[in-house]
């Protein structure tokens, strides 16, 4: 296994892996990004995200990607510097492999790299198994607080009719 940033050319097989975990969390049509987005936001001028991808040498001597760490850069009021873990997927016939854990400890020992102050992430109030690794490894899962979204047509009807008043 190895684990290296990603490239524009990776963007395929990651963009399969969003799917596969869009797929787990039971929404399979929420994926709107496309390969051209992936390669557009996350290495144009001002990239938006970050990659790690974690490969494996097939039987064919080929290298087949099997999990990512996508995250970002945030600021914090209250702690500067935060970088936000936004998606961390592992190819189901890979799990308990030591994969994500691998992932994981990357994203934070960049975090420890970078100085930031934060790592952050969500995670789904079903997914027990995740929880449970979270907080065994030192993480704090925060009950009190709550995600809040506005999604494209909440965006357009609160321009269009809240705005118009």
């Known amino acids: 296994m190895n684990i290296r940033k990603g490239k524009p050319e990776d963007m395929k097989a990651v963009l399969e892996l969003i799917q596969e975990l869009a797929e787990f969390e039971k929404e399979p049509d929420a994926v709107l990004v496309t390969e051209s987005d992936l390669i557009r936001d996350g290495f144009g001028t001002n990239p938006l995200f970050k990659v790690l991808v974690a490969e494996i040498v097939n039987g064919y001597n ?6 990512i760490a996508l995250y970002y850069y945030r600021f914090s009021t209250w702690k500067g ?3 936000h873990l936004e998606d961390l997927v592992v190819k189901e016939s890979m799990r308990g492999t030591g994969l994500g854990y691998a992932l994981y400890s990357e ?5 420890k790299k970078d100085g930031v102050r934060r790592v952050e992430w ?3 109030n079903w997914n027990t198994p995740a929880i449970e690794f979270y907080k065994k490894s030192g993480a704090r899962v925060l009950d009190d607080w709550m995600v809040v979204q ?4 909440g965006i357009n ?8 008043n």
Do not use: P, S, Y
Not at 107 to 111: E, M, P, V
Not at 150 to 153: F, L, Q, S, T
Not at 157 to 164: A, M, Y
């Open 62 to 67: 080929d290298k087949d990607i099997v999990g």
């Open 81 to 83: 510097k935060t970088i």
């Open 157 to 164: 009807n609160f321009v269009e009719n809240k705005l118009r």
């Open 122 to 124: 969500n995670v789904l």
């Open 107 to 111: 994203i934070i020992k960049q975090g």
């Open 150 to 153: 506005m999604d494209a047509e």
